[in-house]
């Protein structure tokens, strides 16, 4: 499947598996939370990850997280130059949106942040999306296209890997995860919350002082150079959710 046919799946409420670079394993996305949870095979009202790949949906977080203005651009940072998968605290009562509410669950909101350039025109299209790791229930995330084809019920659409200078994912022989996942607490503070791909290479702490010291770095304008972990780099997109 191509990205434009990829795109038309999407339009018409289908969920479709996405591909992603090393070390990251594929995804499954769709406009709508159910319709990502029945193509995994689990309850359509189990909570998942809001796409947080574009800049409106980000200042539309403003309105629905519990978080001050420096802890909101950590968590921008977070999302947008860590590529990580973030839990961050909402506020409290029946104010959330409705297009919010998918990825709460117990006061918590989990947003995804990774995203690859080859897969820009079809986000570009798609600013709003629910997402999971592409994976049948009790079963490891896809990380080729061959295992998703084999995975995942014939109404799931699969994009193919779009082509780049990058070795396929089959070829690659890199070991692939799902993206780390921390917790950003209401003061600032960050706790891992799952291991994953980013943090393959740390102990949790010596990874939580590893993103502390980026982060600082990142405030002061010395990071010039790009993060040592994030493997996805990031890309623009248009639209509103």
């Known amino acids: 499947m191509s990205l434009t046919e990829a795109g038309q799946a999407l339009d018409d409420g289908a969920a479709v598996v996405l591909p992603n670079p090393a070390p ?70 029946a104010g959330t949106p409705s297009w919010a509410a998918p990825a709460v669950k117990d006061g918590w909101m989990l947003l995804f942040g990774a995203r690859w350039q080859p897969l820009r025109p079809l986000l570009d299209r798609s600013p709003l999306l629910y ?33 780049t200078d990058a070795p396929s994912p089959a070829a690659d022989g890199r070991e692939r995860h799902a993206t780390t996942t921390v917790r950003l607490h209401t003061d600032g503070r960050t706790e891992l919350h799952r291991h994953g791909a980013q943090d393959r290479h740390h102990t949790g702490p010596d990874y939580l002082a590893d993103l502390r010291t980026r982060h600082a770095a990142h405030r002061s304008g010395t990071d010039r150079a790009a993060p040592a972990a994030p493997p996805v780099p990031a890309t623009n997109a248009s639209g509103r959710p």
């Open 24 to 93: 990251l394993t594929h995804v499954v996305t769709a406009r709508r939370a159910r319709t990502v949870n029945e193509a995994k095979g689990r309850p359509g009202d189990q909570p998942v990850a809001l796409w947080a790949h574009h800049p409106d949906t980000l200042s539309a977080l403003d309105d629905v997280w519990k978080l001050g203005p420096e802890q909101s651009a950590t968590a921008r940072w977070l999302l947008t130059r860590e590529h990580l998968t973030v839990l961050v605290p909402v506020h409290d009562g």
């Open 131 to 163: 997402v999971s790791s592409a994976n049948r229930t009790g079963r490891p995330p896809v990380a080729t296209t061959a295992d998703a084809l084999a995975t995942f019920p014939a109404g799931v659409a699969v994009l193919a890997v779009p082509e």
